[in-house]
């Protein structure tokens, strides 16, 4: 199957907006060879926002509640109803139904167009072992998945998250002309998974390197230990930025860190997608583990354990020179354009060749 001059309808968990995830950069890149429909979550009204020729956003109040409940031919049928009052709305019948969602529309046994699973989160747990029975085909983002969705589905199949390049313009960094080594961070500083002990621990190690910190974060509902490093004298809380200058604010750092809680959410943490972004500046990474990229220990520099991460941290800076080497940096820039959205979408395209051949 080629992705062209498709009708499909792109179900999101993520509404539109400018803070674009991967859904919205599928729907963009399958807009340019199809007719795409990007389905927000439910809301009051039915209403159809026109982004360009070929990109749709619905928005849709769901006609049934609780199909969860419901046994499963009866789910399917309301499911179908559903599909068919939406497609009786836009007045165009779907050829590809393409789900990030397995928390609506999840059961597609009766849907006569063609119908992938497109999971990216673990935490996307919701009815989504009945999502990939029923669809024609699942993909998902780590191993874990692949294998969990395996069991449901023998057509499932690991596509890495996308990269989506960025501009690169000149910025103004805080204490950009301190000579010690910068170390950046980027993303919410709020969510559960980071490791604020293992980060105080670090930051106060190192006195030598400046650690900056992007992204939103709220000091009330915070992890206490968070609010210990913003008092570090080496540590600089940027708050939120553009989600378009993080690329430029990627290549002002001299290294690039994650300090994830990843011994206890490993499959959670498997493959965080700002990975692809920090590759994508070519600098040196110093991360947790992260079971994707463990095959590139020359590219990351990964611990095993937590434990272990303030020395891997220490081992960072001593062959820095190396690690940050044109070639190694090379090496990342080229990793992260292997995987751009094009590029999994022609990956996408040979694994539905291959079934419907």
């Not at 498709?6 to 803070?19: A, F, G, Q, V």
């Not at 050829?95 to 006569?112: E, G, Q, T």
């Not at 990939?132 to 395996?150: H, N, P, R, V, W």
């Not at 690329?247 to 860190?257: A, G, Q, T």
Request: with cysteine; glycine share 4%; proline share 4%.
């Amino acid at each position: 199957m080629k992705l062209e001059g498709k009708n499909i309808l792109l179900i999101s968990p993520e509404h539109w907006s400018d803070m674009k995830v991967s859904k919205h950069h599928y729907a963009e890149h399958l807009a340019q060879k199809n007719q795409v429909w990007f389905l927000n979550p439910p809301s009051q009204n039915f209403l159809v926002t026109r982004k360009s020729d070929q990109l749709n956003i619905i928005d849709y109040r769901p006609k049934f509640k609780g199909l969860q409940y419901l046994p499963n031919w009866l789910s399917a049928i309301l499911i179908r109803t559903e599909l068919t009052h939406i497609q009786s709305q836009i007045g165009y019948s779907f050829d590809i139904i393409w789900n990030f969602d397995p928390s609506r529309f999840f059961n597609l046994s009766k849907i006569d167009a063609f119908r992938i699973c497109h999971i990216v989160d673990w935490n996307q747990k919701y009815q989504r072992q009945t999502l990939a029975k029923t669809a024609d085909i699942c993909f998902s983002t780590s191993s874990y998945l692949q294998e969990e969705l395996g069991k449901f589905n023998r057509h499932s199949y690991f596509i890495n998250h996308g990269y989506a390049e960025r501009k690169i313009v000149e910025i103004d960094l805080p204490d950009q002309k301190d000579k010690r080594l910068k170390a950046g961070y980027v993303g919410n500083l709020n969510i559960k998974y980071l490791d604020w002990l293992l980060i105080h621990e670090v930051v106060t190690q190192h006195s030598e390197v400046l650690f900056y910190f992007i992204g939103p974060y709220n000091l009330e509902s915070g992890d206490p230990q968070m609010k210990e490093v913003l008092l570090l004298e080496n540590s600089r809380f940027l708050g939120k930025v553009d989600a378009g200058l993080v690329p430029s604010y990627l290549v002002k750092m001299d290294l690039l860190f994650l300090a994830y809680k990843a011994d206890e959410f490993p499959k959670q943490l498997a493959n965080p997608h700002k990975m692809l972004e920090y590759l994508g500046s070519g600098k040196t990474i110093v991360c947790t583990f992260t079971n994707e990229y463990k095959t590139f220990p020359n590219l990351i520099t990964m611990s095993e354990k937590n434990n272990n991460f303030s020395q891997i941290f220490t081992r960072c800076m001593v062959e820095f020179s190396n690690l940050n080497h044109k070639n190694n940096s090379s090496e990342r820039l080229n990793l992260a354009y292997n995987n751009t959205y094009d590029q999994q979408l022609k990956n996408i395209e040979n694994y539905l060749n291959a079934e419907i051949s």
